[in-house]
Nanobody
Framework: QVQLVESGGGLVQPGGSLRLSCAASGNIVSISVMGWYRQAPGKQRELVATVASSSSTNYADSLKGRSTISRDNAKNTVYLQMNSLKAEDTAVYYC?????????????????WGQGTLVTVSS
């Protein structure tokens, strides 16, 4: 019904930058919160940042000051600009969205996850 497709991951040297993108498609009436989470090897998935439809943002301490989350509501796309990357930022980054979809009987709210994109910070 709804798909999230991430892009922009890859290998970057310490101190470098990356911009992740995540586009939502499918049966979408509206999207409330969009966000990025990450999961490093052997660790639990953790919040990176979220952005509401109003553009209000929330950042976890891990990348606060080194990242910027933004969204393009017309394109149903969320971005994560990451700067001054460190080895400990290496993880699979997942996109997440709260999506209202249309059903035969009305509307349904879904929490949707992307498949993840790998970010490796290494020299």
């Amino acid at each position: 019904q709804v798909q999230l497709v991430e892009s922009g991951g890859g290998l970057v040297q310490p101190g470098g930058s990356l911009r992740l993108s995540c586009a939502a498609s499918g049966n979408i009436v509206s999207i409330s919160v969009m966000g990025w989470y990450r999961q490093a090897p052997g660790k639990q998935r953790e919040l990176v940042a979220t952005v509401a439809s109003s553009s209000s943002t929330n950042y976890a301490d891990s990348l606060k000051g080194r990242s910027t989350i933004s969204r393009d509501n017309a394109k149903n796309t969320v971005y994560l600009q990451m700067n001054s990357l460190k080895a400990e930022d290496t993880a699979v980054y997942y996109c997440n969205a709260g999506v209202t979809t249309r059903t035969t009987y009305g509307y349904r709210y879904l929490e949707v996850w992307g498949q993840g994109t790998l970010v490796t910070v290494s020299s």
